[in-house]
């Protein structure tokens, strides 16, 4: 009976992972999609009168952008180059929209030459950061703004750069765009200052947009990493809290995000990285979700402006595009750090990071990092695991007397249970205790995988030698050999079972197990091995004690 538990729980662990391999192995291997026409990131244009200059540091004369044809596209425009120490922007002449954004602390998958791209309207993947005013005559983001064009970058000692961008809408109103951009961070400010110098109050509302395509910015390696994780929109308000809406439910029009209120924001998510707007106090806000065209999408979040009569006014709004570093999202705003997924072990998950972020602190490496972390974690359960390896070490004593028991009654079945039921009590064995160290293992083991497979902190973080990124499989496949090879010690500590068929069974889970850990995460294989070595010694100790208890029990000859 214990050992068709433990057989169970094994298995159970085994189709877990195995669904999850098949599921991306057919993902991986599903054919591309083909590139057909449209897909390319054009929109139409708005002619907007020519303005006057726009104010930009270190540039010479500002160049004014025509009236652009229908198909006039990011790359036929004017643009200019803002760079800090954190991102390199590139701010586009049409709509002033931010149409590439590259990340200067993380390196692009793959190819740590190159640095991360998280917007890109130009490339393969669609991705924007745009805005406007709704109104008619008012500019948006299909007008062309004028610019001055050129390489910005914060001098030294310098904190704050800004990017003026102007356009002059119908009926004397002026619109200039202002982008503010900082040191030591990636928060943009996203502006809109109105000069009414007409005669008639100016009602309209500003919007602030994220628009991009359905598919996941970024294919890590391997068949586990990546691909499994959520992308898509996500809102978060006071009265429901973080929600995703999926693309295809927006296309569908099943949406249920809370489409006003007087706080929250709206997100971009994806893997490692996240693009939002957060408006600041409890000024009036709607949120909303489109789809513009084939594949691709816009949320965003409109406010709305008032501006009398020869009057100014402003209306501003983060835009925070970056990395889910965990720590720093949640200072940023309410509920930020929640675009961090870590699936349906949250509960478990959260805590583990946080205990791997307080040790890394110490250690400066994740990898030692994990390894503390599955130390504390088998001290934690000791003496929850000591008891099964103990009920198991006995089970292993009692091997010789339950086939005898087996072999008297072959014929009857009921009988054996009732026999074998009363040898476990009088000798108190628990048949389900040797379940205990897996069944601790199992919840852990997944939180932990969520933990390599989401954070970013993990995104390219070595550890020793060949490992160069734990949230990737290792590329020599040593430590899925290992695991394999202590999994297999294990298996001989372990009582064998009676049946033949079953203990062969029992010798081959080892190897199925290495052969589904080639693709896991190297960190949570380094989990495993670790937590393989100390329950090993442990086990080892016990049968040891357990055997030599046996020994002086014996009568002597």
């Known amino acids: 009976m214990q050992m ?101 602390k993380h390196q692009a998958t793959g190819d740590a030459s190159k640095n991360f791209v998280l917007l890109d309207a130009t490339g393969g993947h669609r991705y924007v950061a745009n805005g406007g005013l709704i109104g008619d005559g008012l500019p948006n983001h299909k007008t062309i703004f004028e610019l001055t064009p050129g390489e910005f970058a914060l001098a030294d000692g310098q904190d704050k750069l800004e990017l003026r961008l102007k356009a002059r809408a119908e009926n004397g109103v002026e619109v200039t765009k202002v982008l503010s951009f900082h040191r030591g961070s990636y928060e943009i400010g996203v502006a809109y200052e109105v000069n009414n110098t007409s005669t008639v109050p100016l009602n309209t509302t500003t919007y602030f947009q994220l628009a991009r395509d359905d598919k996941p910015a970024e294919q890590a390696g391997g068949f586990f990493t990546g691909v499994t994780t959520y992308t898509g929109p996500a809102f978060y308000t006071n009265e429901t809290k973080f929600r995703k809406e999926s693309f295809s439910d927006i296309e569908k029009g099943n949406t249920k995000f809370v489409k006003q209120a007087n706080d929250g924001w709206v997100a971009m998510v994806q893997h490692y990285f996240v693009g939002a707007y957060l408006p600041q106090g409890d000024t009036p806000r709607e949120f909303y979700a489109r789809k513009i065209d ?66 890394h602190r110490f250690v400066g490496n994740w990898g030692w990092a994990i390894i503390i972390v599955t130390i504390l974690i088998k001290a934690a359960f000791f003496p929850l695991s000591a008891a099964g390896y103990k009920s198991m070490a006995k089970m292993k004593t009692l091997m010789p007397r339950m086939k005898q028991l087996q072999e008297r009654y072959a014929g009857d079945r009921m009988k054996l249970n009732q026999e074998m039921m009363e040898l476990y009590r009088k000798e108190k064995v628990n048949p389900m205790g040797g379940c205990l160290p897996i069944l601790v293992q199992i919840p852990v083991f997944i939180a932990l995988y969520w933990v390599l497979l989401g954070t970013v902190e993990m995104r390219q973080a070595p550890w020793i030698g060949w490992i160069r990124d734990l949230s990737q499989m290792d590329p020599y496949y040593v430590l899925p050999v290992l695991n394999g090879i202590t999994m297999f010690i294990q298996t001989k500590l372990n009582p064998t079972p009676p049946d033949p068929i079953q203990a062969k069974v029992m010798l081959f889970m080892p190897l199925m197990f290495t052969v589904m850990f080639l693709w896991f995460p190297s960190g949570l294989v380094l989990y495993w091995v670790v937590n393989n070595l100390l329950s090993i010694a442990q086990q080892w100790y016990i049968n040891r004690m357990i055997e030599a208890g046996s020994d002086a029990a014996k009568p002597a000859k």
């Open 294 to 359: 084939n594949a691709y999408f816009g949320v965003g979040v409109m406010l709305p402006m008032t501006v009398v009569p020869g009057q100014q006014g402003r209306v501003e709004v983060p835009l925070y595009v970056g990395p889910q570093e965990q720590k720093k999202l949640a200072n940023i705003a309410p509920g930020f750090d929640l675009v961090v997924d870590y699936g349906w072990l949250t509960v478990i998950a959260a805590p583990l990071f946080w205990l791997l972020e307080f040790i």
């Open 4 to 104: 068709d538990a433990r057989r169970m729980i094994l298995v159970v662990v085994f189709t877990f992972s195995l669904i999850m391999l098949w599921e991306n192995w057919t993902r991986h291997n599903q054919p591309k999609e083909p590139v057909t026409a449209g897909t390319s990131a054009q929109v139409t244009a708005v002619p907007t009168p020519s303005a006057s200059a726009p104010v930009a540091p270190g540039a010479s004369a500002p160049v004014a952008s025509p009236t652009a044809p229908a198909s006039t596209g990011y790359a036929d425009l004017p643009k200019a180059v803002v760079r800090t120490d954190m991102l390199v922007a590139e701010v586009s002449a049409l709509g002033g929209d931010i149409s590439r954004l590259e990340l200067l």
